[in-house]
């Protein structure tokens, strides 16, 4: 049986239903318990399957250019449907998400938070978006601080702006 063409513009219009963040995050802490059980670098697995993510969609979407603490605002809000707080202090960058879609549950037999995925994903999108010179923001992942999904009441990811 032959395999259907994929569809075009699957890609481009998948961020614009954030719906399947339910299935996502249930598929995700599965993957998770696999890789914990394969004593794998779970933190680091999720990193690049994060930037995999953003270099695929980069093709169809860059974060806008502006102000750091702006922008990072809006790209949380379309890519994760988050609205997350942005602190920037020197060029330490704490992104504060109290919903956070992945980290929703609290595991008591997953130690990594889904939201490792997230920051690599977000991190990577402004390598792909200066690399085609959309924007000069030079965002670089520091990693999740906090988690909903290890108790935290919140999910607190850090960055640092480069030069």
Not at 1 to 14: D, F, G, K, S
Not at 58 to 73: A, F, H, M
Not at 74 to 81: C, F, P, Q, R, S
Request: net charge positive.
């Amino acid at each position: 049986m032959a395999v259907p063409p994929a569809n075009p513009t699957a890609r481009e219009h998948l961020r614009e239903n954030l719906a399947p963040f339910n299935q996502i995050r249930n598929a995700l802490y599965q993957l998770i318990r696999f890789m914990q059980d394969k004593k794998v670098s779970v933190p680091d697995d999720l990193h690049r399957m994060g930037r995999d993510i953003a270099r695929t969609f980069s093709n169809y979407w860059l974060p806008p250019p502006g102000d750091p603490t702006q922008v990072l605002r809006e790209v949380y809000l379309d890519v994760t449907g988050s609205k997350v707080k942005v602190d920037l202090t020197g060029k330490n960058v704490r992104v504060v998400d109290k919903k956070c879609r992945l980290c929703k549950v609290k595991y008591p037999d997953i130690d990594h938070a889904g939201c490792e995925l997230i920051v690599a994903m977000i991190a990577e999108f402004f390598v792909q978006a200066r690399a085609k010179d959309a924007t000069s923001i030079n965002l670089k992942l520091v990693g999740v601080e906090e988690s909903r999904a290890r108790g935290n009441e919140r999910c607190v990811h850090l960055y640092r702006l480069e030069s």
